[in-house]
Each structure stands twice: as C-alpha cells, then as structure tokens.
C-alpha cells in the first residue's frame, strides 16, 4: 500500500512470463554492477519479480530562488515502491549491509538508508515475497508503508487516487497509471500539450495476441475533454503528415501498424486515445542497434 501520491504506476509481469508470444524475444544485457547485485542476492527482476507498483511524488513548481539547491532539491520528482517477488531475504539484507550509511529497526523490519546520487534512499525486506523502497527525504513515508504492509486486512485502504479511478482501468490489464494532471503534457523535443485543470489520466496495456493500449484524459465537463481530444487530433495529424512524406523511404510493417492504429475520440467528459502494438513492434524496441548496423541485445 503506497503513499498517497500524484501518480500510481502499476506493473504485474506474471502473465507476461505465461505468455509463449514473448519467449522469443532479445535477453537483456546487465551491466556490470548489476550482475554483481544478482550474484550476491540471488535476485533477478527479469526472473524473480512479480509485481511492482510505484507511486511519484511531484516536486513543487520553480520559486523565486530556482537555481538553489534547496529549492532544486524540493523540485525534484520522487518515488516510492512496493514489489512482490521471491526474495532471498537474508542475502539483501547483508547486500545492503554493505551499501547502508545507517539502519534502523521499525516495526520488526530493518530500514537501510543508502545514498544513491545526493538523494536518500530507503528500502526494507519484509518477507520473502515483499520488498518497499523509497527515495522520499521524510523517512516517515517508508515507516507507512512498513505499517501498511504487515497489515492483514485485505482491503486496507491504498492512495485515495486509485481507490477513485482504479475502476476505470480495463480489467486484464498487466500495466496501469492514474495520475492526476497538475502540470501541462510533455511531448518529445521539449513540447507540451496544454491541458485543463482538474484532469485524471488513466492508461493502460493489455495483452491479447498483442498489446492494447489505452489513455483517458478525465475531464471536469464535455469541453475541456473536447479541447483535449482536438488537440491531441492536431498533433496526430501532423505526425502522419509528416510520416507520409517518408514513406518513400519504406516503413517497417510493425511500426506503421502502431501508428496507423492511434486513435484519439471524444466521449462525454473523457479523451480517449487507443492503440494496437503488435509483439514484433516490442522485439524491434528491445534491439539496440550498434553504429556500424548491427544489432545487439
């Protein structure tokens, strides 16, 4: 049970792993370190992880003294994460002995404190099966989640923001994100896209011979969502325009069908916009292409 938070992320890799379509496609290369935390654990996320939700804390607009460092700090965006896998406890544990500035023991579970780039992280085993990390600088985030997870009650309360939308996420999902809209949309070359005040974003993915996409933009009323609904139309049209204009050039089969699949429409007070991602547009994101043309995984 997460923090009360701007966004929920949410990821369940079980199905994923069940699914045959998936089994072909590239292994990842670790880097060195985290080969190391592997060997010395015995965790793999790839192997090993099961869920993962993940709760982001925005950081405060820009003050008057922006270029501070305390008020860039205040700035940042932080996170806080519960997952649900086969942990090796003890083995963290005397990992993160090695790695901790300091630890305490809350509520029969030992909290290390670990500096990871000038910002403070948290994180706690509680079981064999349940791990909470948080790089919030107030440690009594984590202390929540602590109390939270040795709760017994099913149904104990989680962020009011999910208990609000969850019913809107398409059931069968493997991922989700509800996220309240406090600041404008960020596109790609540093755009954005300007949205009303008031909006909830609820996205989701769903396997079924490929991946179904789905975004909602929550709107107070029917015209703010048409306003975002239009705009999000605009920008659609420019990107195929542009996309028309290379087509000479040829277009891989997957990735045109991902395109071409986006749909924006308006219904009632929501934007929606849908998708359809075919699993060999996924194999061709997970291949790294090398300078000189070839690919490595």
């Known amino acids: 049970m ?26 990842v290369q670790h880097d060195a370190d985290y080969d190391d935390f592997v060997r010395a654990t015995g965790f ?13 804390h925005l950081g405060a607009a820009a003050g008057p003294a922006a270029n501070s460092a ?17 942990f090796d406890r003890a083995a963290l544990e005397r990992y ?11 509520a029969g579970a030992t909290v290390f404190t670990v500096p990871v780039e000038g910002r403070t992280l948290r994180l706690a085993v509680l079981s064999k099966n349940l791990a909470v ?5 107030d440690a009594s985030v984590i202390r929540g989640m602590i109390d939270r997870g ?12 999910v208990s609000g939308f969850y019913k809107e996420v398409p059931t069968g999902s493997l991922a989700w994100v509800i996220a309240r809209s406090k600041r404008n949309l960020p596109l ?44 999000l139309n605009t920008l659609l049209a420019l990107f195929r325009s542009v996309q028309d204009s290379v087509k000479a050039q040829g277009t891989d089969a997957d990735v045109k069908h991902t395109f071409d699949s986006v749909q924006v429409a308006q219904q009632d007070n929501r934007a929606v916009v849908t998708a359809s ?21």
């Open 96 to 106: 993160f002995q090695k790695l901790a500035s300091a630890k305490e023991t809350y």
């Open 150 to 161: 040795h709760e017994k009650e099913v149904y104990a309360s989680g962020p009011e923001i």
């Open 277 to 297: 991602v075919p699993v060999g547009f996924l194999e061709k994101m997970a291949v790294r292409r090398e300078p000189d043309g070839t690919s490595a995984k």
């Open 188 to 231: 790609p070359d540093g755009l954005e896209l300007a949205v009303p005040e008031g909006v909830t974003w609820v996205g989701s993915l769903r396997y079924a011979g490929g991946m179904e996409l789905k975004a909602q933009a929550i709107a107070l009323n029917e015209a703010d969502a048409k306003q975002i609904a239009d705009s």
């Open 70 to 86: 305390a008020n860039a700090a205040a700035r940042e965006t932080r996170y806080s994460e519960v997952f649900v896998g086969r």
């Open 44 to 56: 793999d996320f790839e192997r090993d992880l099961d869920e993962a939700g993940i709760a982001v």
């Open 2 to 27: 997460l923090p009360e938070p701007d966004a929920v992320v949410y990821v369940n890799l079980r199905p994923v792993r069940l699914a045959s379509a998936f089994a072909h496609l590239p292994q």
């Open 133 to 137: 990390v948080s790089n919030v600088e």
